[in-house]
C-alpha cells in the first residue's frame, strides 16, 4: 500500500513538473519581426532567457552574451533576448531599431523576441512564470538583463541579477553543470 500511495505521489508531482514545463514552451510570443512564435522550437535545449535594453548601463552585456552563445551553442544552449522598456526607458526603440542596434554593434546572432512588459500590470505570461509565486526564483525584475536558466526539461535552474554579467563564474558554472546533466 505503502508503495502505491508513493508511485501515486511520484506520478502526481510529475504531471505538475511536466505540465509548468510544457507551459514554457507554449506561452505565445513574437519574434523580433513581429512573427508569432513560441518557445516550442528550443525545447530540449539549454536556455538563458534575458531581458535586455539598448540604452542600459549595462548593454555592453551584450558582448558577453554573444561570447557566451558561441561558445555553447553547438552544445545544445540558446541566448533568448527579449527586449524591454520597463526600467528608465532604456529601451524607447521599435523591434525594427532594436535588431539593428544589436546586430551593428554587438553582432548579435541569437534570437531576439519583441519587446515586452516583464513587470507591472502588463506583464508578459513568460516572465510571470518566471517570476510569480509558483517559481522556484519568484520575485519582481529589478532591471535590465536580469537573466533566468531554463534546463532541457523547460525547468527554472536558476535566477542570476543584472549585474550578474553573462560571462561570470557564476553562470558558466550553471551552464556548463546544466549541460553535463543530459
Known amino acids: 500500500m505503502k508503495t502505491i500511495k508513493t508511485t501515486v505521489a511520484w506520478l502526481a508531482v510529475s504531471a505538475v513538473a511536466l505540465a509548468a514545463a510544457a507551459s514554457l514552451y507554449e506561452i505565445p510570443l513574437n519574434d523580433i519581426d513581429g ?3 513560441t518557445l516550442k522550437s ?3 535545449k539549454l536556455l ?3 531581458n535586455v535594453a539598448s540604452k542600459c548601463g549595462m548593454t555592453p552585456q551584450y558582448k558577453a552574451l554573444q561570447e ?3 561558445k555553447y551553442k553547438d552544445r545544445g544552449f540558446m541566448v533568448l533576448g527579449f527586449p524591454c522598456n520597463d526600467f528608465g526607458n532604456q529601451e524607447p526603440g521599435s523591434n525594427a531599431e532594436i535588431k539593428e542596434f544589436c546586430s ?3 553582432e548579435v546572432t541569437f534570437p531576439l523576441y519583441d519587446k515586452l512588459h516583464v513587470k507591472g500590470a502588463d506583464q508578459h505570461p513568460l516572465y510571470a512564470a518566471l517570476t510569480g509565486a509558483t517559481s522556484p526564483f519568484p520575485g519582481e525584475i529589478q532591471w535590465n538583463f536580469g537573466k533566468f536558466l531554463i534546463g532541457r526539461d523547460g525547468k527554472i535552474l536558476a535566477r542570476f541579477e543584472p549585474r550578474t554579467t553573462p560571462d561570470s563564474k557564476e553562470v558558466t558554472e550553471a551552464i556548463e553543470a546544466a549541460l553535463a546533466a543530459k
Open 48 to 50: 538563458l532567457v534575458v
Open 35 to 37: 512573427k508569432p512564435t
Open 42 to 44: 528550443h525545447q530540449g
Open 68 to 70: 557566451v552563445y558561441e
Open 104 to 106: 551593428n554593434n554587438y
